[in-house]
């Protein structure tokens, strides 16, 4: 299986902080490679697709980037809904995996 | 837009089987360019594939999970389904079905996520 891993494991931040979340897969992924945002109780949602691009309906301030083995999120400017824990998933071989998430709080 | 529901027990014993239905609207499960996944979550825990079946009927598994898991669609009733056999505590999760898209294989229409419980 594709190892996925995330870091930081939890962050904290402020409002309009910058942020920037990475992920590294222990194989090239080409650029299968996903970002969910996760709030409590909530199922997943879909944030990123293909590395960089940005699913329908999320705003302009997600964006990602990277190829291969190595991903970043970022968040230019957070705002208070977002803070949740994110995930990356690499669809590029089944069985498809996800990172461990990374948990966004308040400062 | 795509909706998902899953529906099934909520408790099942150890050593029997799990069985879930995912209800679609708003889309066909026979419609080309989609694939249909369950997805868990352990209590606290991160998220694990558990397989997949496409427009056409072709399963992808997750091998981890052992030979007990079956993923089936009734086309007619637009509805696809997830079998577990032979359960223990380890299998407590809640259970998402969700739509994938075959370009980039991302999963972009979840349901709302369903708990699990693994018990006597």
């Known amino acids: 299986d594709i190892q996925m891993t995330q870091s930081p494991s939890s962050l904290s931040a402020s409002v309009g902080d910058r942020v920037t979340v990475t992920c590294r897969a222990n194989?090239?992924?080409?650029?299968?490679l996903n970002w969910f945002q996760q709030k409590p109780g909530k199922a997943p949602k879909l944030l990123i697709y293909?590395?960089?691009s940005l699913h329908s309906g999320v705003p302009s301030g997600f964006s990602g980037s990277g190829s291969g083995t190595d991903f970043t999120l970022t968040i230019s400017s957070l705002q208070p809904g977002d803070f949740a824990t994110y995930y990356c998933?690499?669809?590029?071989?089944?069985?498809?995996?996800f990172g461990q998430g990374t948990k966004l709080e308040i400062k | 837009q795509v909706q998902l529901q899953e529906s099934g027990p909520g408790l099942v014993k150890p050593s029997e089987t799990l069985s879930l239905t995912c209800s679609v609207s708003?889309?066909?499960?026979?419609?080309?360019?989609?694939?249909w996944t369950w997805i868990r979550q352990h209590p606290r825990r991160g998220l694990e594939w558990i397989g997949s079946?496409?427009?056409?009927?072709?399963?992808y598994y997750n091998p981890s999970l052992r030979s007990g898991v079956s993923i089936s669609m009734d086309t007619s009733a637009n509805q696809f389904s997830l079998s577990l056999t032979s359960v223990t505590a380890a299998d407590t999760a809640v259970y998402y079905c969700?739509?994938?898209?075959?370009?980039?294989?991302?999963?972009?229409?979840w349901g709302q996520g369903t708990l699990v419980t693994v018990s006597p």
């Open positions: 969700a739509r994938g898209n075959l370009r980039w294989k991302e999963v972009d229409f």
């Open positions: 708003g889309g066909s499960i026979n419609s080309g360019g989609y694939f």
């Open positions: 079946i496409y427009y056409n009927g072709i399963t």
């Open positions: 194989q090239s992924i080409d650029n299968y």
């Open positions: 293909a590395a960089s």
């Open positions: 998933q690499q669809s590029f071989r089944t069985p498809f995996t």
